[in-house]
Structures are given as structure tokens and as C-alpha cells.
């Protein structure tokens, strides 16, 4: 009986790669070092918005999803003029509606997550146990298993109805402050905090002190005004709260001074010019500060273009994002590596503020490399691993291993990781440029781990498929395939500077200067039906060829010979 073949898996197409847009603003920090009669003031000031804001926030949710002419933006506004000002009261409707906006668009994801997860259950369930489907969908191993998956999918799909209500009725759930936080509130023992630790972070969150810019305002922003010569801070007190004020027309000077060190220049060539920019004043109560960030849009420049990256010729940084390291590889134009590969140590553990910061440590490394090493731009996977998060074990494997693959999976920073390479090495001047992140791993490691290791001089320097990875990752930005070129031959240990290096595209070949590949079965002249070492270019001819004559060189020379200077 014949054994039956499996069949192939079918690739999938995969994307072109492309260029990641520029930041499209810039936001700066400075700290606020306030008294104790500027702090009461500025509560009070931030909590009396915040209020009216929220107030706004449920009614945008009570209108729901309907046309931008329909949201009685300008009824709402002159309401919230009466207690605070004109100005204010824009802040607060324009804060509404992008908070309304940015809830809707979660609940649009998290349906398309909840149906996927759904799908990709059902599939599974509609296939006997222990058997696979003609399509290749496999059932679940036994009935405990399968009992339970059809548990999981009633409570999905119960979650899907329920947010599937909210958008057809446009009303998404919002908690301003942040759920997470709301949730802490009945688990401070866990949380290790008191409830007035809790109190205190909870009020911090919900206060509204934030003003827009305004072009052709006293240096672009009246609500919240500073003064770039003396660095003096001053806001415009809400109606109800104009008898704290100590400045003219019913302002507040705050005692201290900022001076945003960081991206200074370009923040006074915009103030000088009263060109807009957003102020927002926020309490740290983890740390008892305030801070004062100043943001504004910068003019979208347009990126080169991977092809434009390629024909100027210039050199490109491969990177590798893994769960604890950053691996790296310089390519030249050709796609062919060059120099020594390169690990990052990524460290993700502990809070927020320090993951943040050494992921912003690993980039600056990456772009220090790509400076030092000549490169026009770095390589990424544009990686999202969204669809996966959310079918969860049915794409990600089972047990013991599967949990943990998906635990690596969801620390990886993804998209933090994006958007801050994107803004660093943009104010760096570098490209950053994103491919299709399939079969990078498996194609780099099989076609490039053993070439790159040999080409290493470093005998400590180990290449990991993980930089191999990153040489692929490479290759696919300048437009190559991963796989190497069929017919080069690996380096010389001895000769490496012998060979040639631009082997990812064909070089012209002279006429006369090698013969013909030949078969068992073509004739050649004087009869012979099989190759022999006097066929072949020398430097040393064999007795046979001083016996018999070889051929006689007549055009160019390339290759080995060229370089030994024969």
C-alpha cells in the first residue's frame, strides 16, 4: 500500500515592506516646584474642572455615535463657559469628544478580538475529539477538554452580546481615573496600599488641568501661559475661583519657574512666535511632584522609501526584538552582513517607569550602533501579535509550554517599542523601516546562522539564530529574499579577505575567462565526456595541462585571481 503524502502548507503572501511615519508632535516635561499655596490653588482649580468635564463626558456618551454636526458641541460649550471661560470650556468639549472616540474604537477591537476567539473555538468544537478535519482544524484531545472549551465559549460569547449592544447604541463604558484603578479600590491589601494612598492617587487622576494652544495668543496658549524670557507660569482661574487670583485680569501666578530643558530650542522658536502649544499640569502621588508638559505638531516630513534606502546604496541595521535581549546585525546594500553580530541586554521587570526607561537605554544603543556603523536606517518586524493575544491557547499552543510561550509573548513590548524607536531615531536622523515579520526566525536560522558564524573573527562572538533573525529582517527591508544566493561558497578562514563580498547579485562575467558548466552528458571537444582539473582556471597548471596546453586567458580577470594579484 502506498504511504500517503501529508500535504504542504500553503505560505502566505507576505506584506511589502514599508517606512514608519514620523512623529507627527513633540511633548516635553519640566518639573513644578510648587509652594503649599500654589498646590491648594491648583487643586482646587483641577478638581472644579474635572467635575464639570466629567459632567460633559456623560452627556458626549448619552448622545452616542452620530454625525460630527450632531454632538451639540456648541450647546455644551456655552454651558461650560458660565463656570469656568470661553477657553477652558473648549478644552473640556474637545477632551470629551476624543475620550468618547478613543472608547468606541476599543470596543470596535475588542469586538473583532471576542469574535475571533469565538471562530476559532467553534472550528475546533465542530471536529470529533482526538481527530482532524479535512481542512486541518484538529478537535480537542478528550470530552474534559472539550466540556470545558464549550464553557469558555458560552461566557465569550455572552461578553460579545454585551459589547455588541454597546456599539450598535454608541454608549461605551468609561471610567474616568481608569478601571484599573477603580478596581484596586476593593483589593488594597493586594495593591499594598492604605485607602488613603489609594484616595490620594485617585483624585491625582481626575483632575483637569489641561489648555490648548491657541496660534497668535501670547506665546501660543492664554489659558496657561509661560513666559519664555523669566520662565514665569501663570493660568486663568474659572469664574467661580476668580478671588484667589493675584495677578490682572483674574490670573494666577504660580511662584515657581520652569525651563524644559529637553527639546528647549525648538519649544522657544514656537512660544517666540505665538505658534500653538498644549499645556497640561499633572500630580505624580506616587511621588508628591507636579509637572508641567508642553506639547505641539511638527510638520510631517515624508521618509525615504525603502527603494530610495536601497539605491542610494546605503547601509541598513537589522534588529531582532525578543523577550530579553535585542539582537543586531549591519547590512550593506547588497544584504549581505558586515562586521560582528550585536546583543542588547532588555531587562522588563519591575515598575513601569523603570521597564520604560531602560527600554528607552536598549534603543539608545541601537541607535548609537547604527551611527557608529554608517547606517541610514534600522530594520524592525512590524510585529502586533494582537490576533494571537486574543485566540489565545488555540494558536499558541497547549500546556505547560504554551503557557509559557504566551506569558513571553505578552511581555514583549511590542508596541512601546515601535513608537519609541520611531521618535528617537527620528530626532537621531535615522529611518526606521518595518517588514512582514513571517518566517524571519526559521529562514535566518536556516540559511544564515552557520555563514554568519564562520564570518565572525571574534571567537567569543556567538551568532544566535536570533541575530540571523535580524540579518533576514534586513534583507527583507532592502527588497532581497532571505534565502542566500545558490553557488557562493562559504569564507576562507585562512583567505577571507580573498573573496569577494558582493554576493547578493550577479556580477558580468567576461567571455573566456572560465568555461562553461558541463554535465556527463555534453560532449566537448577531443572527445572528453566529464570534467577534469585542466578545464578549470589554475594558478598552478597540473602535469597534464604542461603536457597537453590549457587555455589561454584572453579577457578580465575576477575572483581569486584578481585579488592574489596573479
Not at 461578553?159 to 454608541?170: Q, S
Not at 500630580?283 to 510631517?300: C, I, K, M, N, Q
Not at 515601535?418 to 528617537?424: F, H, N, V, Y
Request: net charge positive.
Amino acid at each position: 500500500m502506498a504511504r500517503r503524502r501529508g500535504r504542504r502548507r500553503e505560505l502566505r503572501v507576505l506584506a511589502a515592506p514599508f517606512t514608519v511615519a514620523a512623529p507627527s508632535g513633540a511633548r516635553i516635561r519640566d518639573r513644578l516646584r510648587l509652594e503649599s499655596a500654589d498646590e491648594k490653588v491648583l487643586r482646587l482649580v483641577g478638581e472644579h474642572l474635572g467635575r464639570h468635564q466629567r459632567a460633559d463626558l456623560a452627556e458626549r456618551v448619552r448622545i452616542g455615535q452620530v454625525a460630527a454636526k450632531d454632538t451639540r458641541r456648541a450647546e455644551r460649550k456655552r454651558k461650560l463657559t458660565m463656570v469656568s471661560s470661553s477657553r477652558w470650556a473648549g478644552a473640556m468639549t474637545r477632551a470629551s469628544e476624543d475620550q468618547y472616540q478613543l472608547s468606541m474604537r476599543c470596543l470596535y477591537d475588542e469586538r473583532a478580538g471576542l469574535r475571533r476567539a469565538v471562530g476559532a473555538i467553534g472550528r475546533r468544537l465542530a471536529v470529533p475529539c482526538g481527530m482532524r478535519s479535512g481542512n486541518g482544524v484538529r478537535g480537542y484531545a478528550d470530552q474534559n477538554e472539550r466540556a470545558q472549551k464549550q464553557r469558555r465559549m458560552q461566557v465569550l460569547q455572552a461578553r460579545l452580546a454585551v459589547v455588541e449592544r454597546k456599539t450598535a447604541a454608541g454608549r461605551p463604558s468609561v471610567t474616568v481615573g481608569g478601571r484599573r484603578l477603580a478596581r484596586v479600590r476593593h483589593h488594597l491589601a493586594d495593591a499594598q496600599l492604605t485607602e488613603a494612598e489609594w484616595r490620594e492617587r485617585w483624585e491625582a487622576t481626575r483632575l483637569f488641568l489641561t489648555a490648548d494652544g491657541e496660534s497668535g495668543a501670547p506665546h501660543g496658549n492664554y489659558t496657561i501661559t509661560v513666559n519664555p524670557g523669566d520662565g514665569t507660569v501663570s493660568l486663568v482661574l474659572p469664574e467661580p475661583l476668580r478671588h484667589l487670583a493675584n495677578a490682572h485680569r483674574g490670573r494666577y501666578r504660580l511662584s515657581c519657574t520652569v525651563r524644559f530643558s529637553h527639546g528647549r530650542g525648538e519649544w522657544l522658536d514656537r512660544v517666540s512666535a505665538d505658534r500653538a502649544v498644549r499645556y497640561d499640569i499633572v500630580r505624580d502621588p506616587a511621588r508628591g511632584r507636579w509637572y508641567l508638559d508642553a506639547s505641539w505638531t511638527v510638520e510631517t516630513a515624508v521618509p525615504p522609501t525603502p527603494d530610495e534606502i536601497k539605491t542610494r546604496g546605503a547601509r541598513l541595521l537589522g534588529v531582532d526584538l525578543n523577550a530579553d535581549h535585542l539582537a543586531a546585525c549591519v547590512l550593506d546594500t547588497h544584504g549581505n552582513p558586515i562586521g560582528e553580530p550585536v546583543t542588547v541586554p532588555l531587562d522588563l521587570t519591575g515598575p513601569a517607569a523603570t521597564r520604560d526607561g531602560r527600554l528607552r537605554a536598549a534603543i539608545s544603543q541601537l541607535i548609537t550602533l547604527a551611527r557608529q556603523r554608517g547606517c541610514a536606517g534600522i530594520a524592525i518586524e512590524d510585529l502586533g501579535f494582537a490576533e494571537a493575544r486574543a485566540t489565545g491557547r488555540e494558536t499558541m499552543g497547549r500546556g505547560r509550554r504554551g503557557k509559557r510561550f504566551r506569558r513571553t509573548v505578552a511581555g514583549i513590548p511590542t508596541a512601546r517599542f515601535r513608537e519609541r524607536l520611531r521618535g528617537m531615531a527620528y530626532h537621531a536622523g535615522l529611518v526606521v523601516l518595518a517588514v512582514d515579520p513571517a518566517y524571519t526566525s526559521r529562514w535566518g536560522a536556516q540559511h544564515w546562522t552557520q555563514p554568519f558564524q564562520h564570518q565572525s573573527t571574534k571567537k567569543k562572538t556567538r551568532a544566535t539564530r536570533h541575530h540571523a533573525a535580524a540579518v533576514a529582517i534586513g534583507r527583507r527591508a532592502l527588497g532581497h529574499g532571505i534565502r542566500r544566493r545558490p553557488g557562493v561558497t562559504a569564507h576562507h578562514r585562512r583567505m577571507v579577505e580573498w573573496r569577494a563580498t558582493g554576493q547578493a547579485v550577479p556580477l558580468p562575467r567576461a567571455r573566456g575567462t572560465a568555461s562553461p558548466p558541463r554535465t556527463s552528458g555534453t560532449p566537448v571537444r577531443d572527445g572528453k565526456t566529464r570534467p577534469c582539473r585542466g578545464d578549470q582556471l589554475a594558478l598552478f597548471p597540473d602535469p597534464q595541462d604542461r603536457l597537453e596546453g590549457h587555455w589561454t586567458i584572453t579577457g578580465p580577470v575576477y575572483g581569486l585571481l584578481a585579488s592574489a594579484g596573479q
